[in-house]
């Protein structure tokens, strides 16, 4: 059978939107091809020259995975994580009437669950409400994601879904500081990857599999990742 890749990551860039409380990250050119033949490797005629960039950026910037630490005091880092966590069976869920500023409830779920024809059974479940697509790169996308509501996220853990994925900065919609999913996401010990983008290549696809696993940040809060979906075609 054969398979097809679909890539779910941000272009990381330098001076990227970053969620509102976050720094945007930098990116330069710590080493050019041009600067490195100061050096002299390589041989006469035949120089070898190099490039290398300078990246500072937080762990929860562009396309990232949420360890258990960033709201936990006493979670687990990101290192510390079974790696199995990050990939796995998933199935997406049209969201894509979903307003910038709205909200992802119980009744919004159990209609995107129909209408995907897979029933969540421990699945990680994406959710693609169009909110890319519609605000990046504009600046302001920071400030218009969707709510993923805290009784959505239990109706997710109460049918084995320890992860899930959402398009933006954050499962929280920006416009308030309480942030509820995440505090019972913190309660429930499960977690969330933000800012996943073409998630629209995955509607109507059934069951898949995803993978978004983080790097090994000692002590991490979280790290980016490079998320993909294996469709079998």
């Not at 500023?101 to 209609?111: N, T």
């Amino acid at each position: 059978m054969a398979q097809k890749v679909i890539d779910l990551s941000l272009l990381i860039e330098d001076n990227m939107p970053a969620h509102k409380l976050f720094q945007r990250p930098v990116i330069t050119t710590h080493m050019s091809h041009e600067s490195s033949k100061a050096h002299n490797l390589g041989v006469p005629g035949d120089a070898m020259t190099f490039q290398t960039n300078f990246i500072a950026m937080l762990d929860h910037v562009g396309t990232h995975v949420d360890a258990f630490r960033h709201v936990n005091p006493n979670g687990a880092p990101v290192d510390e994580m079974p790696l199995e966590m990050f990939m796995g069976k998933a199935v997406c869920f049209d969201l894509r009437h979903i307003p910038d500023l709205g909200e992802i409830g119980v009744a919004e779920m159990e209609e995107a669950e129909q209408k995907a024809g897979v029933k969540v059974d421990g699945h990680i479940v994406l959710l693609c409400s169009g909110f890319h697509a519609r605000n990046y790169p504009g600046l302001d996308s920071v400030w218009k994601n969707p709510q993923l509501t805290a009784e959505a996220t239990q109706w997710l853990f109460d049918r084995g879904s320890k992860m899930h994925g959402v398009e933006g900065p954050s499962t929280d919609k920006p416009s308030d500081n309480i942030f509820s999913q995440h505090r019972l996401c913190r309660d429930l010990g499960v977690s969330h990857w933000e800012w996943l983008v073409n998630l629209e290549a995955l509607i109507g696809k059934g069951e898949f599999q995803f993978f978004g696993a983080p790097l090994k940040f000692k002590g991490g809060s979280g790290s980016p990742v490079r998320a993909f979906a294996i469709l079998n075609d």
